[in-house]
């Protein structure tokens, strides 16, 4: 311990005198340490591909001099014999918030819609011009937790706002001051899709609406270094300035690393992006960003799965995720996607090293992982020269350790950063970990240490009865004091032993009755067979805690396939089928599938490699098509404007949504995901077909319509918000927000076709996209006074509105809906849910479509869209609608609708293969859908469907053993809660969040 004290005063006065050679000294004479110092006979991990046996190590004021096996070491230098110990660079961790407080949440209770800030960016939430070392403070008790985990460096940023400003590279070195401490004080420019907390700025409240208001900063900021600005914007000054630093993205889920990309790609801009863990379940797409990825090491707990019935509550996703996630960094470096390691995100730093054996233990290499702590952040840092590596020139940071440092017995003894060096635990004291045996007045005991060269521990076991036990260890000797045998009696026997030996412990016991006993215990030396024994002991426990992962599937949860299905030739026999086409409802025919397109409709038809299937007494029908729909999106409503026409549901969908697979379960093949009724102008729609297993962007219908909902009546003017202070307020205002965004709109277009230079604003864009016919308009309403308006505004600028959707008045307005060339989109038989709905009738569907208006029946909702065909049947019911016109409600018009109608809608020779096999008549309540088929793969198979809960019937219960096995190991568990699902409606709001969605 003194040679310990010794080399720390040295160091501590050598950094004293390395302050700035300009400030001046009051405390002593100025000198300069030019002292080296020298470690010896160490195996030295100079980088991860790089290693040097019974090497020297030479360092000099904070930087390494020279590495070898041979070095020539100076007469003025302290050699430190390491005696086979190894040194590591230490580790960097490129993503933290170090040092950094959070803001408090702003309070208030009224929303805010304007930025608080003047000669700022327009948005609080943009922050480039966040500098953080301005609010920097060096934390040493955080330093030293991470010097307890191998770290020597951190990035740190402040981790607020969507726009957080630049981070700094900051080396842990608790003797030092920010002088040295501070590497480089601008590293990077921090993203993320979350709001800041120091703001109430409303805008904006969704994932959708954070994407596009990078998007819209990046074109600001492209306008004003241009020079197109009189006035200043620090915040765009700042944005530009920043460009060329690393810019790290905080996404925090696959999902969002693909959204990141997609805004970084338009503007060409490489994000290294902060991962969530669960980049696993689509590692092809996450190759094609070519991403850099930071990975949190954050893995689940196993679930508390005692309780049988609790267990049955568990999602597979969540299951397989706690037996998946530790594998995700293998498949990554498999897969040949960089990355590197971060603490970020760890509830406790302390998990940061067991989670990281973990993913060793799932496979990843011990090259990879050293990689990923230090050469790749050093890389993307660009400091390849002063860190990661213990080469010539590089800074002093490294570890010295008992063994390799992926090992779980290695000890980690001291963390030198600058040349400074932390102790962790003092290597010069003896390591006597082991088991040792002795007797004692005639009983026999078995003594276990362990954690002795920092916090010894013993456990003392005798006629396999554990004994309490208190234990200490310094200078070589070790104090011991234990219960008896005897639990009837409070007695206790002490021992004080010498260990300097490292395989014996010598000394005297003394007995609770006063009498000293000779002692001496042994230190169990394992032989070659013991050895085996136990190698094979732990081969059959690696065995059933074999790194055995889940199989991923498409989508990764419940009824995901193995493998995607492909495209099939499908021949269908004697099948009564609805054609939607003049040819009405064929019985007993043949109907050929064929490249994903309807290839044939006929009798007794042959085709060479067709798969056959007897429909027999079975119906085959066009795909249903949900012409309002909100599954299958992470994000529904942008609120924070009364105009969010820039936001996209194309941006947020959600291809792991099970109600995907519930719908093909119902029949349905295509539907529009609408943005919500927050405003009178809401967002771009993403119209889709239910491809389940693909990714979000093979969702989308290829040239795909272009789409946009507005919405009237009460959820608009926020007739039953407690804070409504947004404009407008009134059907009126409603009005005028139309009239005055048309009227810019117009403006808009009327100078960018004019070929001067213009301001790109992609609401204007959209908004001219509807003036120019371009983009089509689906109108959430329900009053018939705001339907006629509506239909006046647009004709006042010379467009038609495409579709009211709910128009629960439209039987009213039929004729004028009729002349103005709208068609409509209602509920079956929902009223009275609220007021402005109190006039709905079960009728109307059956009134606008004898009135001529091409009608559709939607669900809105994602348990209706299971049934849509019933919901069409009770048209037949009321108003004597027939059953083809009935069933083209929820197929050939919607696709009308949707300007679809060449592709999908109907069987006809040419289209896609978007159909549905019927166990019945498919509008009676009996029916089901046997087979629901999209471009001629099927992607719901009833008969698949029982078999696949077979298998994840099976493979919940291995998982449930495997949990068992851990709990049973003495492992952290967690206790299981039932999660529900939440359906998104017309007012769903997600207030910007950033979870794994």
Request: proline content about 3%; hydrophobic content about 35%.
């Amino acid at each position: 311990m003194i040679k310990i004290y010794l080399r720390l005063l040295i160091f501590m006065c050598s950094f004293s005198l390395l302050a700035q050679d300009y400030f001046p000294s009051n405390s002593g004479v100025i000198a300069n340490n030019t002292n080296y110092m020298a470690f010896t006979n160490a195996k030295i991990h100079v980088s991860p591909t790089e290693v040097i046996d019974s090497g020297t190590l030479l360092i000099k004021e904070g930087k390494v001099i020279s590495v070898g096996k041979t070095v020539s070491i100076p007469n003025n230098t302290t050699i430190i014999d390491l005696d086979g110990k190894e040194i590591y660079p230490s580790f960097i961790d490129i993503y933290t918030s170090f040092g950094v407080k959070k803001p408090k949440r702003a309070t208030g209770n009224l929303p805010q819609y304007e930025a608080s800030r003047s000669g700022f960016y327009w948005n609080d939430h943009i922050m480039p011009e966040q500098d953080v070392m301005a609010s920097f403070k060096y934390d040493d008790k955080s330093a030293t937790e991470m010097h307890k985990l191998g770290f020597g460096v951190v990035n740190t940023h402040m981790p607020d706002g969507i726009v957080r400003g630049t981070g700094a590279l900051i080396a842990l070195n608790n003797n030092a001051d920010n002088s040295m401490r501070v590497v480089d004080g601008e590293t990077s420019q921090h993203l993320s899709f979350s709001k800041s907390l120091a703001s109430r700025q409303s805008y904006p409240s969704s994932l959708m609406g954070s994407m596009a208001l990078l998007r819209q900063m990046y074109n600001d900021a492209k306008w004003y270094a241009n020079g197109n600005v009189d006035t200043r914007d620090l915040s765009l000054e700042a944005l530009n300035g920043n460009k060329n630093l690393l810019q790290i993205f905080e996404a925090n889920s696959r999902a969002n690393i693909m959204r990141a990309d997609k805004v970084g790609d338009q503007f060409n801009i490489q994000y290294t992006i902060v991962g969530g863990g669960d980049e696993y379940e689509r590692i092809d797409e996450i190759k094609t960003t070519n991403a850099t990825l930071i990975l949190p090491l954050d893995f689940q707990l196993a679930y508390d799965v005692d309780n049988a019935f609790l267990a049955k509550t568990l999602s597979l996703s969540d299951m397989r995720a706690w037996n998946q996630e530790p594998h995700n960094p293998r498949l990554l470096a498999e897969n040949g996607v960089n990355f590197a390691l971060t603490t970020h995100g760890l509830k406790s730093k302390k998990t940061f090293k067991d989670n990281l054996m973990k993913a060793i233990e799932s496979g990843l290499s011990k090259q990879k992982a050293l990689e990923a702590l230090t050469t790749v952040p050093a890389g993307l840092l660009g400091k390849s020269n002063e860190l990661g590596t213990l080469k010539a020139g590089s800074y002093a940071n490294f570890l010295i350790t008992s063994g390799d440092i992926f090992d779980k017995k290695t000890k980690l003894y001291e963390n030198w950063v600058q040349g400074t060096p932390h102790i962790i635990a003092d290597m010069t004291i003896r390591d006597i970990d082991g088991d040792f045996n002795f007797k004692l007045a005639g009983n026999i005991y078995q003594l276990n240490i362990s954690g002795s060269a920092s916090k010894p521990k013993a456990k003392l076991v005798s006629s396999d009865k554990e004994l309490g036990t208190k234990m200490s260890y310094k200078d070589d000797w070790v104090t011991m004091t234990f219960k008896t045998a005897d639990s009837t009696k409070k007695e206790f026997i002490r021992i004080v032993a010498n260990a300097a030996s490292g395989n014996s412990l010598n000394g005297k016991a003394t007995m609770p009755n006063g009498n000293e006993l000779s002692f001496y215990a042994s230190k169990e030396v394992k032989n070659a067979k013991t050895e085996t024994d136990k190698e094979m002991k732990e081969k059959k426990e690696d065995v059933s805690k074999d790194p055995y992962m889940s199989p991923v599937t498409y989508p990764n949860l419940a009824y995901g396939f193995t493998e995607k299905p492909q495209s099939e030739t499908l021949l269908f026999k004697n099948a009564t089928i609805w054609t939607n086409e003049a040819d009405g409802v064929l019985e007993n025919m043949d109907l050929l599938i064929k490249g994903g397109k309807i290839e044939k409709v006929g009798k007794d038809l042959n085709s060479r490699n067709a798969k056959v299937i007897d429909a027999t007494g079975k119906h085959i029908t066009a795909g249903i098509i949900d012409e309002h729909s909100h599954i299958a999106a992470a994000s529904i409503n942008e609120g924070g404007h009364n105009s969010s026409a820039e936001v996209t549901i194309e941006d947020v969908l959600d291809d792991e949504d099970i109600d995907i697979y519930r719908n093909l379960a119902g029949g349905v093949t295509s539907i529009q995901i609408l943005h919500g009724s927050a405003n009178p102008i809401g967002g771009r729609s993403a119209i889709i077909k239910l491809k389940w297993g693909e990714s979000a962007d093979d969702l989308i219908y290829d040239n795909s319509p272009k789409f946009i909902k507005f919405a009237l009546g009460e959820n608009v003017k926020q007739s039953r918000s407690r804070f409504n202070v947004r404009f407008p307020q009134s059907r009126m205002g409603v009005e005028q927000v139309y009239m005055d965004y048309f009227s810019r709109a117009k403006a808009y277009d009327e100078l960018k076709k004019s070929g001067k230079p213009y301001r790109k604003d992609t609401e204007m864009e959209v908004l001219a996209e509807i003036l120019n016919k371009e983009r089509f308009i689906s109108c959430h309403s329900y009053v018939q006074s705001e339907i006629n308006m509506l239909m006046k505004v647009a004709e006042k600028f010379d467009f038609n509105i495409n579709t009211f959707t709910h128009i629960l008045e439209g039987y009213k307005v039929a004729d004028k809906m009729k002349a103005h060339g709208v068609g409509g989109s209602t509920f079956s038989d929902w009223w009275a849910y609220k007021y402005e709905v109190n006039d709905a009738i079960p009728y109307n569907a059956a009134i606008m479509h004898k009135a001529g208006v091409v009608t559709a029946i939607n669900s809105d909702d994602a348990e209706m869209s299971r049934r849509l065909n019933q919901e069409a049947a009770k048209s037949v019911k009321y108003g004597g609608v027939s059953e083809e016109d009935a069933l083209k409600f929820v197929t050939l018009n919607p696709a009308k609708l949707l300007h679809l109608d060449e592709r999908v809608g109907s069987i006809k020779v040419g289209k896609d293969a978007d159909v549905v096999l019927w166990s019945n008549h498919p509008l009676s309540i009996y029916a089901k859908a046997e087979k629901t088929i999209i471009e001629g793969i099927t992607y719901f198979d009833i008969a698949k469907d029982k078999q696949m809960r077979e298998a994840m019937k099976k493979e919940k219960s291995t998982l449930v053993n495997m949990m068992l096995q851990d709990k049973n190991k003495g492992l952290k568990t967690q206790p299981v809660k039932k999660k529900e699902k939440v359906l998104l409606h017309c007012d769903s709001m997600d207030f910007n969040t950033t979870e794994k969605k």
